[in-house]
RNA sequence: CGGGAAGUAGCGCAGCCUGGUAGCGCAACUGCCUUGGGAGCAGUGGGUCGGAGGUUCAAAUCCUCUCUUCCCGACCA
């Protein structure tokens, strides 16, 4: 077209490295930073902001449906491990252990001493120490259900880390219950996974496919797993949330037993279910692009930023406008009056790299015409209004927004799901050539892991719980397949 | 944990091969100028060159070790 393209707010292009982008969004919008200890991030205030967006709307969701918060040790001893053979097998390459309690001088270093009579286990998840505690609780089936969920830290050793989305450390939500009935602890597992999915689709706006993970797949010590599984811009899959039916497996390794009402003694039926930090990755990673980032309303730290146009001789009156548009707004409506001094350009460009869905310019003529003017972020398209309206308007603005997002991000992510692979042979192909996405196909339902895509790191994500779309085909020819999988290539 | 790359000012980088006063762009600060939009000009401040040890008269530069980060694997939320 021989227009000079435009200045982007970050240096690194997405569709060039989306590693590099995305490492480029978090910088930008000063979400986190590495940690001096390997694998461990520190959260900023902004990123921390989203955080606790999260927390608060899930927290609301599972109080509402009967859940209690509780706090539990993060040290676990490590022979209570040993009371769940699966599990511990699953977690053990990623423990970090405590063995020491005390430190002493050596030669000017500072060394460990007083070695701990049993080493202790940082918790990577809470089944086993909660569960420890709900068998002192449960005695009869009239205590029942225990639904109990804890906001914390967890920690797992990982080998390769990557900012929110595998860090050493890292906050999470765990709920966990134990039920009388097996039906009744099921319907507590798929119940959570219509959480995570209402929450992770309808109001983080990003795509994914809610389903249980093939039994090769499933949390060390469960049952059943479920799990959203998100697409990325890159194509690549998210595992976004899990929810687990444990069945007794952890009941009995704890001894949560109750008397039943024909007075037999029975083990309980136990659930977990949990959403992480990972989440913030996956937002970035769905909606971000070479501005950097882009929030939905219901985590955006601010919906509306006003940044004041200052000259010499106009501040007090625009300021003054500024907290009169503030006083006009809807009261839900997060408006930030940013009256730092620095130069209103860069101000600008630091809000579309932090993602504020409407970013106000407010000077001299908006205070002379009673208007605003403002920059939306998702395609920077900018616009005036007349005060009036845009204070009646300014909730349809970022319902607008959120709709966009949605829109966005699913339109793209449709594009990449193929359903007419009919062969493991097309499957490869598929990935060879079209910088991955979903493929949904008829999977014979076998636990073993199809050895055939295991060189190009292409797994089945999920067996979709809701049917969407037309049915996938047959890759493995000869078999019975019973139902549609999602395959595709994750991080 | 295997293979590769890298760490120099807040950010992005040059300098290293061939050892000799620590540099550039952006950002910041001061002044002037400009004023509807990521301005311009001049000036200023900011670095124990990731850390430890070694070689040397002299180390950002050479050697050894170590920590951290990034990429590709394996593993996983």
Redesign the pocket.
Known sequence: MGMAE????L?VKRSEDF??W??AVI?GAELAE???????MVIKPYGFAIWERVQRLLDDKFKELGHVNAYFPMFIPVDLFEKEAEHVA?FA??MAIVTHHRLEQQNGKLVPAGELETPLAVRPTSELIIGESMARWVKSYRDLPVLVNQWCNVV?W?????????????L?QEGHTAHETEAEARAEATQMHEVYRWFILDVLKMFGIPGKKPDY?R??GAVDTY?IECMMQDGKA???A?SHYLGQNFAKAVGIEFQGRDGSLNYAHTTSW?I???IIGGLIMSHSDD?GLNLPSAVAPYHIIMIP?L??DNSQAVLDYCNKIKASLPRDVRAFLDTR??????K??DY?RKGVPLIL????????SESV?FTKRLFLE?QSMSLNEFAKSVEQLIAAHDEMLKTHCEEACEKRINRDVSSLYEMRDFFRSNQNGFVIAKWAGKNDKLELL??M?ISIRCIPSLQSGAPGRCVLTGEEAATDAVFAK??
């Open positions: 435009r200045k982007h707010a240096n590693s590099a995305y490492q910088q590495n940690a001096s200890v390997r694998g461990c699953g390459k990623e797992r990982e080998m390769r880390t990557r900012m929110f989305l595998r860090t050493a450390e890292f999470w797949d949390f060390a799990t998210l595992q976004a899990t949990g992480s930090t990972r501005d146009m000259k010499a001094e620095f130069s209103p350009q860069n600008k460009w579309v310019e407010i000077g001299s003529n908006e205070v002379k003017y900018k295991d060189d790191s994750s991080d």
